[in-house]
């Protein structure tokens, strides 16, 4: 019988199958160190703590690539070419579309699977993540608090010292704006960037006239688009991940210390870029309409 009546796909002979001494797929992965990171703490291993390593590695994955894209935005930005961040931007978006999404396989998890191993993760918390606090420092959210659980890990707390005393993406921004001849006030071209982000009325009215007249501040125009989009995209993954958090453990104390949902909560107050919001509510109709 031929291998396509047994509905078999017949191996083509330029198929490379002597791989001895040869370069394959799991030594340029690094499979046996990716896959052999998934172990349980739970005696015997419960079947759901495999999903929820999963989903952590996965998502910690996702955020490597985030902060390696996001600081190509920041030297692109930093050197004026907005056009080439543009096309990482995209890129971004697509990141963050996939850790949205990804909280749907984590809430097929229910709230006696999880409490039956909860309690084999000690104080260990997403607080402690330090990928995503890098993150948050590259979107601007600074808080040296923050950089409390790192204090023993001498690499990683140096790293996020770094980040938090840099400028974050919209400080570059707004000091690209400053060069091309924008009216940014001093203050918000050189400043402690350790301290958080004070927004400013006439950083909103340079984005005013931005927004009021965008055949002329084309690029500008679209790096503020861009800044919204991974914004909402980023409080989106935040309320997510409250709500996961809300449908799995209700509003019991996390296992990092702090009150839970109460304290994810407060996080979606948070603006990274809030005169790009700001300027919305300013806008007037045009006076003559735009467009081709
Ligand atoms: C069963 C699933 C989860 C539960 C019950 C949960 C619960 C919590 C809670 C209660 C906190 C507040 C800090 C604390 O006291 O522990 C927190 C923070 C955090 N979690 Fe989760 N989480 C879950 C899944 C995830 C996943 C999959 C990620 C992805 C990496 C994640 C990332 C984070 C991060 C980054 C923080 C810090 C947020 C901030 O500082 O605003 N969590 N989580
Ligand atoms: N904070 C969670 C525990 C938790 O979710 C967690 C524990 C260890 C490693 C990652 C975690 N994920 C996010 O917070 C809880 O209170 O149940």
Same mark, same amino acid.
């Not at 402690?192 to 501040?217: A, G, L, N």
């Not at 709500?243 to 996080?267: D, E, H, N, P, W």
């Given at each position: 019988m031929s291998a396509r009546a047994m509905n078999k796909r017949d191996l083509e002979p330029g198929i490379v199958t002597d791989l001895a001494g040869r370069t394959t797929y799991g030594d340029y992965l690094q499979l046996d160190r990716l896959l052999s990171a998934q172990v349980p703490r739970s005696q015997p291993p419960h079947h759901d703590e495999l999903l929820f390593i999963v989903q952590h590695q996965t998502s910690e994955l996702w955020m490597k690539l985030l902060i390696h894209e996001l600081s190509a935005c920041i030297r692109y930005i930093q050197a004026d070419r907005l056009e080439p961040s543009f096309k990482i931007f995209a890129r971004v978006a697509h990141i963050q579309r996939m850790l949205f999404e990804q909280w749907s396989v984590l809430e097929t998890l229910t709230p006696n699977e999880y409490l039956e191993f909860r309690d084999t993760l000690g104080h260990a918390s997403g607080f402690q993540s330090f990928q995503y606090r890098a993150l948050e420092? *590259?979107?601007?959210?600074? !808080? +040296?608090?923050?950089?409390?659980?790192?204090? @023993?890990?001498?690499?990683?707390?140096?790293?996020? &010292?770094?980040? *938090?005393?840099?400028?974050? /993406?919209?400080?570059?921004?707004?000091?690209? %704006?400053?060069?091309?001849?924008? !009216? /940014?006030? $001093?203050?918000?071209?050189? $400043?402690?960037?350790?301290?958080?982000?004070?927004?400013?009325?006439?950083?909103?009215?340079?984005?005013?006239?931005?927004?009021? +007249?965008?055949?002329? @501040?084309? +690029?500008?125009?679209?790096?503020? &688009?861009? *800044?919204? +989009?991974?914004?909402?995209?980023?409080?989106?993954?935040?309320?997510?991940?409250?709500?996961?958090?809300?449908? /799995?453990?209700?509003?019991?104390?996390?296992?990092?210390? =702090? =009150?839970?949902?109460?304290? %994810?909560?407060?996080?979606l107050d948070l603006r990274f870029f809030p005169e790009l919001w700001d300027v919305r509510t300013a806008l007037t109709p045009p006076a003559k309409p735009r467009g081709v």
């Open positions: 420092f *590259l979107l601007g959210n600074k !808080d +040296d608090a923050a950089l409390g659980p790192f204090k @023993h890990v001498q690499g990683v707390h140096a790293e996020l &010292e770094r980040l *938090l005393e840099s400028p974050g /993406i919209y400080d570059e921004f707004l000091r690209h %704006l400053a060069r091309m001849g924008h !009216d /940014i006030p $001093r203050s918000h071209v050189e $400043r402690d960037w350790r301290q958080p982000y004070e927004r400013s009325p006439q950083v909103m009215e340079v984005f005013r006239r931005i927004y009021e +007249d965008t055949e002329k @501040h084309w +690029d500008a125009y679209e790096m503020c &688009e861009k *800044l919204v +989009d991974t914004e909402e995209r980023f409080q989106l993954w935040r309320y997510r991940h409250m709500m996961t958090v809300m449908r /799995i453990i209700g509003f019991k104390q996390g296992t990092g210390g =702090s =009150s839970g949902v109460g304290f %994810l909560r407060k996080a």
